[in-house]
């Protein structure tokens, strides 16, 4: 067989027509089984598969819409076209209606024939290809966990089973590290369009100029770099769901652009007339108090009643009881354990970084520790200080015996008794170790580096970008690129189970 023969199934009970389709088609290098009923071509699908299958309408027994619809019932994956005579086109729309590909009006000629098997096969190649795709890139999609079982995180659970399934747009309002992108990922999921594209952009990690490109695309010239055409996220995610976060960070004078494509679906590239539609679903997410936002002027008050449909706020990690525990549990990667005196820290830290700063407190405990215990001095210094300061102190077991190291802390009770105010981490990332015990590399003690400064600053990421002297655009980069790296390695854990 070479790469444009047919593998096709002809069901037809006139001899003579099947006879010499047969051999036309087998002539010009198609493989071609010919049977001359219903009840033959099914039993031949149940051992064999075609590309695709031409049924004569008119047949005894077993007419060719019944074969049609036996054969999609059976689940057999083939292109079907309907061969009818001029009085019964219209049944032959209706078998169209029904799953077959085409028809052809007998009589025809057989380079019609050719022709017509020709392009359902290429039909069905395209169909496949397409089924293939979208379960490479359901794949490739990172899943992101929703861990939680607090009362919080029950409500906000079943908020997102209250309005995924809508088309309107959502707000997810949360302060930063408290899970808007999860939260909107879920929702998208558990939507009738979780098999349409999920496209994202983070209006604050672009630079101004860009967001415009990057949503609404361009044409070719219309600016200074502007190379080639090029569709914008609206049209990308045109039938699906677009995820627009730091939308506080939305620059005011393309507010009335996004206010309109949500009005009404119309939108235009940069430097083009041509008026174009999409339909798109919205998530939204700030972790601004965008109320207050437009009382300052800052952000437009129609678009934000626009984008405030469905409003869904996310708790402070700290509200979310035993939910800190949960997810060490989900992140600490196996076999690793933590001792109960962290375990009573990482309970009484506030957490203003929220979840990611609980991350990034466990991956960079996995750095620094030695084996795969983490004790007390694998936690940042300000946090276990912290705690410290805050906590009375209650236990009657607790002996502390060397600046900067707890013990016996058996219990979730915790002596606070401060540490002298120069000790830092009994480790610096300079001797650090990789987790499998060989040698830290560069970019793991940068890692490490840029998320310490990240939780010493609360999650807060300006600061943390000011203190590192880059900008806050460069940090945003660089947290992605962890996090990509981290979902690398969870989908390396994940095959291995
Ligand atoms: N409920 C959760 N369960 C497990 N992991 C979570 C949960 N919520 C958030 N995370 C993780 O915490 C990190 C931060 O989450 P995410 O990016 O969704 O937060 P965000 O609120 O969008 O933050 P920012 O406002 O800074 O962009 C991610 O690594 C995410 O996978």
Redesign the pocket.
């Known amino acids: 067989m070479n790469d444009t023969s047919i593998e096709l199934l002809l069901v037809e009970d006139e001899d003579d027509f099947r006879e010499t389709c047969a051999r036309w088609m087998e002539r010009k290098g198609h493989r071609v089984t010919a049977v001359s009923n219903g009840a033959e071509a099914l039993g031949l699908c149940e051992s064999r598969s075609f590309q695709v299958a031409v049924f004569d309408m008119n047949m005894p027994g077993m007419s060719g819409i019944e074969l049609l619809q036996r054969v999609q019932q059976a689940g057999f994956d083939m292109e079907v076209i309907i061969l009818t005579g001029q009085g019964t086109i219209e049944s032959a729309v209706s078998a169209m209606k029904m799953g077959a590909c085409d028809y052809l009006t007998k009589p025809c000629s057989l380079g019609d024939l050719e022709h017509h098997c020709m392009l359902a096969r290429t039909r069905g190649e395209l169909r496949r290809e397409n089924v293939q795709l979208k379960a490479v890139i359901s794949r490739s999609r990172p899943k ?5 079982e607090s009362g919080s ?1 029950r409500a906000v659970a079943r908020m997102i089973e209250k309005v995924a399934p809508t088309d309107r747009p959502v707000l997810v309002q ?10 909107a990922r879920e929702i998208q999921q558990r939507s009738p369009l979780r098999d349409k594209p999920f496209v994202t952009i ?1 209006c604050a990690a672009l630079p101004e100029q860009l967001v415009e490109s990057e949503l609404f695309g361009h044409q070719k010239g219309s600016f200074t770099g502007a190379t080639a055409e090029k569709p914008g996220l609206f049209e990308i995610a045109d039938g699906g769901t677009l995820f627009i ?2 939308i506080g960070e939305l620059p005011l004078t393309l507010q009335p652009k996004l206010l309109r494509v949500l009005e009404d679906g119309s939108m235009r590239r940069i430097g083009s007339a041509k008026e174009r539609m999409v339909h798109v679903r919205i998530i939204a ?1 700030t ?1 601004r108090d965008l109320a207050a936002e437009v009382e300052k002027g800052n952000f437009r008050e129609d678009l934000f009643y626009r984008i405030n449909v469905l409003p869904l706020q ?1 708790p402070l990690l700290s509200e979310r009881e035993g ?1 800190i525990d949960r ?1 060490i549990e ?2 600490l990667p196996k076999p690793w354990i933590v001792e109960p005196d962290v375990r009573a820290v990482l309970n009484q830290y506030p957490w203003p970084g ?3 700063q609980l ?1 990034n407190v466990i991956q960079r405990a996995t750095i620094l520790a030695e084996g795969t215990r983490i004790t007390i001095n694998d936690l940042p210094p300000e946090i276990v200080n912290s705690v410290r300061n805050d906590l009375t102190l209650r236990s009657t077991r607790t002996v502390v015996d060397q600046p900067g190291e707890l013990k016996g802390l058996g219990t979730n009770t915790f002596q606070a008794n401060p540490l002298p105010a120069n000790t830092t981490s009994t480790r610096t990332t300079a001797s650090t170790a990789s987790p499998d015990g060989g040698a830290a590399t560069l970019d793991d003690i940068a890692k490490a580096h840029v998320l310490d400064v990240l939780a010493s600053e609360n ?1 807060n ?1 300006a600061r943390a970008a000011r203190r590192l002297g880059i900008h806050r655009r460069k940090l945003y980069r660089l947290l992605e690129r962890f ?1 990509e790296s ?1 979902v690398v390695e969870d989908s390396r854990d994940e095959s291995n189970v």
Do not use: F
Request: zero cysteines.
């Open positions: 992101l966990p929703l861990v939680g995180m949360g302060a930063s590290g408290t899970g808007k992108e999860v939260v983070n976060d730091e997410a972790n996310l939910d997810l989900h992140y929220n979840i990611r991350i999650g990421k996090q981290d």
